[in-house]
């Protein structure tokens, strides 16, 4: 049980309705919703994300710094990808309805739909998820520091990444002007690939 919470008052929640605690919308078909402990405060060490994709929809690339992540196929199908920081491998993971993928705690990840009408169950093991988006690291860490650390012209680099929007959650943006559909390497017929710290709430 929760040592924080006082089990016998009229404060202490036991049902929530997550459709009501929206995280991120970018349409109708590409949604997050949140449930933690801001929501219902007798979590303990659980929370979770409910994802709604279109095809070649992205949760983009990110990771949690507090919490392992395990995806649940509802309805659908979409790809997990995981980078794991031993091998230096990208880890592309199909699934579909009753499939899961583990991304252990900290590591770099991403989820693209593949079909529409995806539906996701992210779960986590902490009450309330942290998580360091791709946007937010590339929109925020100085172009001078990327541009000498990694030999770039940074006028090139600032070009390059004006169109980031900082917290981005699900891409490509609403207004991208490069086409639906990603290429397809690796040869999996469904699988579009994608290579674009504070609490979700």
Known sequence: MNPNVDYTSPSAQFTFDV???NLFKKDNQNLINILGIQQLNTL????LLDIFLSRTNVVEPHYHQNAA????CISGAATVSIMNPYTKEILNFPITPGQVANVPQGWWHYEMA??????LLAIFDAPTPEVILGSDLLKFTPA??????????QQQWEKTIAPIQPSTYIGPYKDCQQGS????????QG??????SYPYY
């Open 19 to 21: 459709n009501k605690s």
């Open 44 to 47: 303990e060490n659980v929370s």
């Open 69 to 72: 992540e395990l995806v649940y």
């Open 114 to 119: 593949t079909v529409d009408n995806t539906h």
């Open 144 to 153: 001078n520091v990327m541009a000498h650390t990694y030999c770039l012209d």
């Open 181 to 188: 559909q990603p290429n397809m390497p690796y040869g999996h």
């Open 191 to 196: 699988y579009y690939p994608s290579f674009p």
